[in-house]
T-cell receptor
Framework: GAGVSQSPSNKVTEKGKDVELRCDPI?????LYWYRQRLGQGLEFLIY????????KSGLPSDRFSAERTGESVSTLTIQRTQQEDSAVYLC????????????FGSGTRLTVV | RKEVEQDPGPFNVPEGATVAFNCTYS??????FFWYRQDCRKEPKLLMS???SGNEDGRFTAQLNRASQYISLLIRDSKLSDSATYLC????????????FGTGTLLAVQP
């Protein structure tokens, strides 16, 4: 498709389990971002990938969170030993290198930790 | 001080009204600016970029004031369908292209 695709759209997991979230960016987009949005709150920056540069991981809340991206393709966000406070919508956005035309978001993965 | 600050609102306005939102940013090195719109339980969608000279798209006008480090969004002739949260977004530029979001301003257009 032409947009940013995220999967799964919904995920319910038990506390302590690991989860993996996937983001397929728009083809050719060099920049990819992950954000977290808790219910009724703003977007919280997690991590940013730009081409083959080292990612900006400054927003990852703990070492239970990690993300990978190979080149300019798919990215995965992994949360290990999930906690209830990890429940949120995880949003991925991609954009061109200059960013002058803004960034496009996927519809997100709604994660619920029970 | 937050990197990007917005009045959370809500702004309750009647249909047809003109409403303006402001957003301030703390880093003078910021290079790119956008307004996004987010509907309830949906992902943010790009509304418009903000250019140095100001720009207009139909009923929407965006302006940038670098000296005072704020951007604004003006909505004329408000429609019910304009009800949403409006997010101010800043790209720091230079060493990083990290997107920084404000917490958003909630607009409710009343019939």
């Amino acid at each position: 498709g032409a947009g940013v695709s995220q999967s799964p759209s919904n995920k319910v997991t038990e506390k302590g389990k690991d989860v993996e979230l996937r983001c397929d960016p728009i083809s050719g987009h060099t920049a990819l971002y992950w954000y977290r949005q808790r219910l009724g709150q703003g977007l919280e920056f997690l991590i940013y990938f730009q081409g083959n540069s080292a990612p900006d991981k400054s927003g990852l809340p703990s070492d239970r969170f990690s993300a990978e991206r190979t080149g300019e393709s798919v990215s995965t966000l992994t949360i290990q030993r999930t906690q209830q406070e990890d429940s949120a919508v995880y949003l991925c956005a991609s954009g061109g290198q200059a960013g002058n035309y803004g960034y496009t978001f996927g519809s997100g993965t709604r994660l619920t930790v029970v | 001080r937050k990197e990007v600050e917005q009045d959370p609102g809500p702004f309750n306005v009647p249909e047809g009204a003109t409403v303006a939102f402001n957003c301030t940013y703390s880093n003078s090195a910021s290079q790119s600016f956008f307004w996004y719109r987010q509907d309830c339980r949906k992902e943010p969608k790009l509304l418009m970029s903000v250019y140095s000279s100001g720009n207009e798209d139909g009923r929407f006008t965006a302006q940038l004031n670098r000296a005072s480090q704020y951007i604004s969004l003006l909505i004329r002739d408000s429609k019910l369908s304009d009800s949403a949260t409006y997010l101010c977004v800043v790209i720091l530029g230079s060493a990083t292209n990290k997107l920084i979001f404000g917490t958003g301003t909630l607009l409710a257009v009343q019939p």
